[in-house]
Every structure is written in structure tokens, then in C-alpha cells.
């Protein structure tokens, strides 16, 4: 069975993106910090736009698995970064040898950056990335949606989620990250709630990840 992620051209760009998210730290550069309490979704993105903010190597291994076992016809992705998340969903999406991966960054930076680390990996041909917010470019988006990864503003995690409900295949897995920031509350008390159409669980992997099952629609 083909796993592109033993790839060495793959492992390769992972690396040299773990390390570099390494030496970066976690804050933006003095003077540029913008909080969501005070910013827009496009002020914080310029303040973050040389900052990796990853996913851990488990988690993306944790994507990769879940992508090829339910085989999503569209995965979508809110918050690409430098595209680390992507290359493990665009490999999954390869090794499946079928579906595709969309993804959406606000960053120009980033964007230019993304595209080319996923080119460089070999993996980019799977993958579409939508410049722009996320409320906006992902409001006509092609159901049905397998499989979501939200990992961009925490508050607006939610909000993207419920854009996303229609276009929902039965069954889809929506993956949050980081979901012991205080940001994530409103999210979480929405996801585990039964009433709102989703099986919910997390997941202790780096910062947590709470993994739902839509079972609405």
C-alpha cells in the first residue's frame, strides 16, 4: 500500500518546516502582535503572516488516517499557514487516488509560501488554495464536504463550521486543533451538544483535538 508521507521528498520539506516552526516561537515580532479581542481576521493574519503556528507531527499522522480511512471526496481546511497540515491531507488525498483538498489562507505571504512547499513535496496537484477569509471563499464551496480541518482563528472556527453544515456529507469528521484555548469554549459546548447533529470526542494529541462525526442534516 502507497504512503506518500515515507516519501523522502516528503519527510524533506516536513522537516525542514518542523525545524524552522521550531526556531520561530510562538508571538509575532514586538509591535506587531494583534490580538482578536482588538483586530480584524486580516490585521492578525498580517501580524502572524512569518509565524508557522503548526500542527504537531502526530496530529498531521492523526489527519493522514483519518483521511484515508473514510476517503472524503472534498477535505477542506481552514488555516493553512506554510501548508505543513496540507501536505499530510494532500497526501492522504494522493494515496487515496481520489478526492481533493481545499484550503484557505488569509496570509499572502502564506499563500505564495503554501503553494510552494506543497509543490516541493509533490503533493500540490491535489490541493486548492482560496486566498481570501474563509467566510467569504468557502461560502459556494462543492458538497459533499468528508472532512473538515479547522485550525485557523479559534474564534471563528464556529462560524466556519456552521457555513460548512450544508454542504456536510453523513458522516463527515470535522477535526479542531487546539482545542484548550480559551477561544475554543463556545465551539466545543456547540459540537458536543447532541442536539446540534455532531458525536464528539477528544482527542489527546499535542494541544488536544476534538474529532465530531456529523450526524445531522
Known amino acids: 500500500m502507497t504512503n506518500t508521507l515515507s516519501a523522502p521528498r516528503v519527510e524533506s520539506v516536513l522537516a ?3 525545524a524552522a516552526a521550531a526556531e520561530d516561537g510562538s508571538a509575532p515580532a514586538p509591535g506587531t502582535r494583534a490580538s482578536s479581542a482588538d483586530a480584524s481576521a486580516l490585521r492578525r493574519a498580517e ?5 508557522y503556528i503548526p500542527i504537531s507531527a502526530e496530529a498531521g499522522k492523526l489527519l493522514y488516517a483519518l483521511v484515508r480511512a473514510t476517503q472524503p471526496e472534498t477535505v477542506v481546511e481552514f488555516g493553512t499557514s506554510f501548508g505543513i497540515s496540507t501536505i499530510y491531507l494532500a497526501a492522504a488525498v494522493a494515496d487515496n487516488a481520489a478526492g481533493r483538498v481545499v484550503t484557505t489562507e488569509l496570509s499572502e505571504k502564506k499563500v505564495a509560501a503554501a503553494g510552494a512547499n506543497l509543490q516541493e513535496a509533490g503533493v500540490g496537484a491535489a490541493v486548492t488554495i482560496l486566498a481570501g477569509d474563509a467566510r467569504e471563499t468557502l461560502a459556494d464551496i462543492e458538497g459533499p464536504v468528508g472532512l473538515v480541518l479547522l485550525d485557523g482563528w479559534k474564534d471563528l472556527c464556529l462560524p466556519v463550521l456552521r457555513l ?3 454542504r456536510l456529507a453523513p458522516g463527515a469528521l470535522i477535526a479542531a486543533d487546539d482545542i484548550d484555548q480559551p477561544a475554543m469554549a463556545g465551539y466545543l459546548q456547540y459540537v458536543r451538544d447532541p442536539g446540534n447533529g455532531y458525536v464528539s470526542v477528544a482527542f489527546p494529541v499535542e494541544d488536544g ?9
Open 16 to 18: 525542514r518546516l518542523f
Open 47 to 51: 501580524a502572524y503572516q512569518d509565524l
Open 164 to 166: 460548512l453544515e450544508p
Open 209 to 217: 483535538m476534538e474529532i465530531s462525526c456529523w450526524t445531522g442534516g
